[in-house]
């Protein structure tokens, strides 16, 4: 069972065992630093963010707290901030009698010093939970190929992209929300895909030879991109959307079937398609 948590940038997932996994993505702890080097001062949102997570904890009692990568902004150092702040933000998530685990993302180089023993950290190419259901769902931060054994899940939950939606009222005032993406998958050509990426070759179906190579038949139908649990952040607009590398292999994979993915804002309320926003948002612009 997957179900977005109200309002919130926030995921939760019943286990096998009937416990409640919470799943966030996108912290950008420290981010305040790269602001103020532009001219703009920010106070540490780290506070605020670790008052929000233990909110959720406390609101629906998880025993697991799952964190889709970017916990730290810096790419190729720690901050100053940040070897206050991390550790710091880590111990008082402890102290809820929590599990703690990070699956890194492309901004957690050298996270290791800033985590405490108990934090269990993943590989970058994810990790895979069985549900009370007793499907599978993958989960990774995104600017990386996955694990083949993610592929047995039907659907991978990633962060990275940050999506968010620009809307303008008829007065031209812009607005700038938080929101869900569910991509609809075509398997066939995610998996020749990372074939490619694994140099192992095929001539006619890719499933047949990930099935072979890997001994089992790829299941990935869906792909859902979480919101950044950080809201000061903001990636580009999906309704101006726009082909870029920061969407990390798995959409580049799916990138023509990104205008037909669902958005929807963190009350649940459904938006559309993303083709169908891209239109809207040209109209009124005309």
């Known amino acids: 069972m997957l179900k977005p948590v109200p309002d919130k940038p926030a995921l939760l997932i019943?286990?096998?065992?009937?416990?409640?996994?919470?799943?966030?993505?996108?912290?950008?702890?420290?981010?305040?630093?790269e602001l103020a080097s532009q001219g703009i001062r920010v106070p540490s949102q780290a506070e605020k963010l670790l008052t929000s997570l233990k909110q959720i904890i406390r609101d629906y009692s998880p025993s697991r707290l799952i964190l889709l990568g970017d916990i730290k902004h810096e790419i190729a150092k720690i901050s100053p901030s940040e070897w206050i702040d991390i550790p710091k933000f880590f111990n008082s998530l402890l102290k809820e009698k929590i599990s703690v685990?990070?699956?890194?993302?492309?901004?957690?180089?050298?996270?290791?010093?800033?985590?405490?023993?108990?934090?269990?950290i993943h590989s970058v190419r994810g990790v895979l939970l069985k549900t009370l259901k007793n499907t599978l769902i993958g989960l990774i931060h995104g600017h990386a190929w996955p694990s083949p054994s993610l592929f047995q899940a039907e659907t991978i939950v990633m962060g990275h992209v940050h999506p968010v939606i620009e809307l303008r009222d008829h007065m031209g005032f812009r607005m700038v929300e938080p929101v869900w993406v569910k991509v609809k998958v075509s398997t066939e050509e995610l998996i020749k895909d990372y074939l490619k990426y694994r140099k192992i070759k095929f001539s006619e179906s890719s499933i047949d030879a990930f099935k072979e190579t890997f001994g089992f038949a790829p299941r990935t139908e869906n792909i859902i991109i979480m919101p950044a649990f950080n809201d000061y952040l903001r990636g580009a607009a999906i309704n101006k959307f726009q082909r870029t590398s920061l969407l990390g292999p798995l959409l580049e994979a799916e990138i023509m079937h990104i205008q037909a993915s669902e958005v929807y804002l963190l009350d649940g309320t459904f938006l559309g398609e993303i083709a169908t926003l891209q239109r809207l948002s040209v109209n009124s612009e005309l």
Not at 14 to 27: I, Q, S
Not at 106 to 118: F, K, M, Q, S
């Open 14 to 33: 019943t286990a096998e065992n009937g416990e409640n996994v919470l799943v966030v993505a996108d912290l950008h702890i420290g981010f305040e630093l």
């Open 101 to 120: 685990e990070v699956i890194p993302g492309n901004h957690d180089g050298n996270i290791e010093p800033l985590t405490p023993r108990a934090v269990k």
